[in-house]
């Protein structure tokens, strides 16, 4: 078998694969890189990018029937699928050919193929073997669905919901978790009745209870219909519709049900408990440094437990090929990668819940800031809310821990958020900076300014 050697080989072009081969690169290593299907993996051609243009081309449909309320004459005719499918595929499509170019420019040595992990250091990709001094797993993650439930003919997954030719008329969404809200608030945009069923007491759980609250409470404007807390029991379909089941009892008819229960590990069939690879449940287990027990192979992305975010895999990545490159980087803290889901309204939050951290400060502060105080909110007619909690009683001193956003591109307002979080930063700190007006950003600096005892534009 012919054998090609090499400083590192990544095993998947996924967001963390492919930076870790970026970086690795650009640090002076001989870099492998195998994918199986298309360079940037779930995130470029399958979840975050065409997710977010059909979430824009919602956007768009929501400004064209709602022209009135701000008397500019439009309606909306209607949803032209295919000029939308061409829209996104124009996005991906230009995206992926930056990142073909990128990657060989950077002399890497792309391999097209199924690669599997035999031992230590060697990736056989068909009748080809591939050494590296160092290995870095990054085979990401795949679409989740329950036991009995079979994908096909009405129940699908995100995967065929960014490629549908029409708009159903009724869906119903299996899970209300990230990708489940981001998929029914597009198909409400685009005229669909839309019901979400979340086994879980509330919709985004992993969020701050106060994020779902108002997320909630937007739906029921929206008139998104949810039902939490209750169980799925079966599915069962016909020629022209699908019959959802619940344990309550309750039989829900649709056109269609979008499977969103969340992404497992792919990491089935690519030889690594063969090979000796520590794992868990179907994941990877790595240290913080993202070391497996096997000396110089590493695990990153959403094969490693944690949140499963593009933007955690590239962090992931470039850390890996620092590491390895001996500039000993700063382990990364998983609490400080911000988190946003991009319904309508937005949801973005950085740091701990509430009830994390009570759990590791005991005493704490929280503060919240209404939207509805700021100015470019107004225009921009969105209601929410911006959430600081701060470590220590009120009148004493500690850094903000956790900030938590609900309403129209809070999302924006996240890079920001993160830093603060992230250097440990007080509300006296935030408070002194100057915030432009009028922007939303605004309304994150009175939030730190009412946290610092000092409230402008709202009440004490």
């Known amino acids: 078998m012919p054998e090609h050697n090499a400083d590192l080989v990544v095993l998947g072009g996924g967001s963390g694969g492919y930076a870790a081969a970026l970086r690795a ?11 199986r299907d298309k360079l940037g993996g779930t995130c470029l051609h399958w979840g975050c990018i065409p997710t977010k243009a059909l979430l824009h081309a919602a956007e768009v449909a929501d400004a064209a029937r709602e022209g009135d309320k701000i008397g500019v004459k439009s309606s909306l005719a209607g949803i032209d699928m295919a000029g939308v499918n061409a829209y996104k595929d124009g996005v991906v499509s230009k995206l992926f050919k930056g990142l073909q170019g990128l990657v060989k420019s950077r002399k890497i040595n792309l391999v097209e193929g199924t690669g599997r992990f035999e031992a230590p250091g060697t990736v056989v990709v068909g009748d080809e073997r591939y050494v590296g001094r160092n290995v870095v797993l990054a085979t990401g993650s795949y679409s989740k669905s329950l036991p009995g439930l079979d994908i096909g003919g009405r129940i699908i997954t995100s995967n065929e919901a960014i490629r549908l030719d029409h708009v159903p008329n009724r869906v119903v969404v299996l899970g209300g978790g990230v ?33 779902s609250k108002l997320l909630e409470r937007a739906f029921r404007r929206r008139k998104i219909a949810f039902k939490t807390g209750v169980k799925f029991t079966g599915a069962k379909q016909t020629e022209d519709s699908v019959t959802v089941s619940l344990e309550s009892g309750e039989e829900i008819e649709a056109d269609l049900l979008l499977v969103a229960v969340g992404r497992g590990p792919n990491t089935a069939g690519h030889g690594y408990e063969e090979a000796g690879v520590r794992m868990e449940r179907g994941f990877v287990l790595a240290d913080e440094r993202l070391r497996t027990n096997l000396p110089n192979v590493y695990a990153l992305g959403d094969i490693v437990p944690g949140l499963q975010l593009a933007h955690r895999g590239f962090q992931q990545g470039i850390f890996v090929a620092e590491e390895i490159a ?53 225009i921009l007619q969105t209601q929410g809310a911006i959430k600081l909690i701060k470590a220590g009683a009120e009148g004493t001193q500690g850094p903000v821990v956790g900030i938590h956003m609900v309403g129209a591109r809070v999302g924006e307002l996240i890079g920001e958020a993160q830093l603060v979080y992230n250097w440990d930063a007080q509300a006296e700190d935030v408070a002194a900076l100057v915030h432009a007006h009028p922007t939303q950003n605004e309304a994150f600096g009175e939030a730190h300014l009412a946290l610092a005892g000092k409230p402008l534009h709202s009440h004490s």
């Open 179 to 211: 990708i489940g809200v981001e998929f029914a608030s597009v198909f409400k945009s685009f005229g669909a009745e839309v019901t979400i069923v979340e086994a879980l007491p509330r919709l985004v759980p992993n969020e701050d209870e106060f994020a």
């Open 25 to 35: 690169a650009e640090l002076g290593m001989s870099v492998v890189l195998v994918e």
């Open 326 to 378: 001996g500039l000993n980087p700063p382990a990364i803290d998983e609490a400080g990668i911000p988190r946003v889901t991009y319904c309508e309204p937005e949801v973005a939050s950085v740091g701990l819940t509430e009830a994390q951290a009570r759990e590791k400060h005991g005493e704490i502060q929280t503060l919240t800031y209404d939207l509805a105080g700021n100015g470019k909110s107004q």
